[in-house]
């Protein structure tokens, strides 16, 4: 399925590429830096992309970290999935914390999240007395454990 997304690229975006899938079986478009920061370490702040984009009506943009970073440099996307709604028309900015052991710099080209775009669907309250029981009941917070049952 293709969804075409308008976008504006303002400042340093309009010398950086767009958003872009970087291989045929990517589900994520690799997000650019077009400011330069350094988070210090144990610190969250935004980074900004210089794009501007409309999400269709019934879409979602999906913010998310990119693994390698996040793996060997603790670079993370505190709220992930981060979400842009499709009435949302500011620039994108990634809210980035730095988990790693020293400061990181993030300078303007570089690839810092993806880019998911998803369908959404929103949910109508049907108010009643009581819910349909379940084996589970109302079990959370690691109510089945963390083994691995045997099972017969």
């Known amino acids: 399925m293709e969804i075409r997304i ?39 702040m935004t980074v900004g992309t210089g794009i501007r984009i409309a ?36 620039e994108l900015r990634v809210i980035m914390m730095n988990l790693g052991d020293s400061p990181f710099e993030v300078a303007v080209g570089d690839r810092i999240a993806q880019l998911v775009i998803a369908p959404v669907a929103r949910a109508c309250w049907e108010e009643v007395a009581t819910l349909e029981s379940t084996d589970r009941g109302s079990g959370g917070f690691g109510s089945t454990g963390i083994s691995i049952p045997s099972r017969k």
Request: hydrophobic share 35%; with cysteine.
């Open 55 to 90: 999400v269709p009506e019934g879409f979602e943009a999906q913010v998310r970290p990119r693994s390698g970073l996040a793996l060997k440099r603790g670079l993370v996307v505190p709220n992930s999935p981060g979400t842009i709604d499709s009435d949302y028309r500011g």
């Open 6 to 44: 308008p976008v504006v690229r303002e400042g340093e975006a309009l010398r950086l590429p767009l958003p872009g899938y970087e291989t045929n079986g990517s589900a994520g478009m690799d997000l650019i830096a077009a400011e330069s920061v350094v988070i210090p370490q144990g610190k969250c």
